[in-house]
């Protein structure tokens, strides 16, 4: 039962343009949402998050988008840089549910930027 | 400022031997959670443990696994009597304590091969 999906395993786009990554999750307790970025035989690095109270976070070329009644985030990065090729996973966690810590995870989406 | 260090980052095991990774977590954090991550998928909530506490080992398969972080020194995932379905990545990750951040951070991981 995959709680987070990511529907697309690989996305390619061009250097200076919008990546768009996007998250699916069915779980109506998830409240919390976060995007780590991983590199070949690296652990994943923690990028942004975003609490359900919210629709949108920036963070430099990073902004996460929520729309609670989809069901749907997306994490758009403009522009795209060759080093930001890797693979991108979502994960959400219930804080309400008392087990905030416990993140579930999709099965990540492969980044590539052409130069 | 250290990260979460994890060793080894490359195991071996035979069939029927034990495995023994550990995770020491970034300096001011004072919990530990365990992850796998099996080819092609998500990372997989194992385990939840402060000092000296298991919190939350309901991802955790019911036999062979253990896990524990001792009051001086690292947190041990230990694997007895490994099989080949044990291969995976496992990761461990760090945070503060409750109620001051929902990020995980993540080490690099060790990569475990049952031959």
């Known amino acids: 039962d995959q709680q987070v999906k990511q529907n697309s395993p690989s996305l390619s786009v061009q250097e200076g343009r919008i990546s768009i990554l996007n998250c699916d999750y069915t779980n109506s307790m998830f409240d919390y949402f976060l995007w780590y970025k991983k590199y070949p035989a690296e652990g994943p690095t923690f990028l942004i998050s975003i609490s359900s109270i919210k629709d949108k976070n920036e963070d430099g070329r990073f902004t996460v988008f929520l729309n609670k009644s989809a069901k749907h985030l997306s994490l758009h990065i403009v522009p795209s840089q060759p080093g930001d090729s890797a693979v991108y996973f979502c994960a959400a966690s219930a804080k309400g549910g008392g087990s905030n810590y416990k993140l579930t995870f999709g099965k990540g989406t492969l980044l590539t930027v052409n130069p | 400022n250290a990260g979460v260090m994890q060793n080894p980052r490359h195991l071996v095991r035979r069939r029927g031997q034990e495995a023994r990774l550990r995770c020491s977590p970034m300096k001011g954090h004072s919990h530990v959670y365990w992850y796998r991550q099996l080819p092609e998928e998500g990372l997989k909530f194992m385990v939840y443990?402060?000092?000296?506490?298991?919190?939350?080992e309901s991802g955790m398969p019911k036999e062979r696994f253990s896990a524990e972080f001792p009051k001086e020194g690292p947190s041990i995932l230990r694997i007895q009597q490994v099989v080949r379905g044990d291969s995976a990545a496992y990761f461990c990750?760090?945070?503060?304590?409750?109620?001051?951040?929902?990020?995980?951070?993540f080490g690099p991981g060790t990569r475990l091969t049952v031959t």
């Open positions: 990750a760090s945070s503060p304590p409750s109620g001051t951040s929902y990020e995980q951070y």
């Open positions: 443990l402060q000092k000296e506490n298991i919190i939350d």
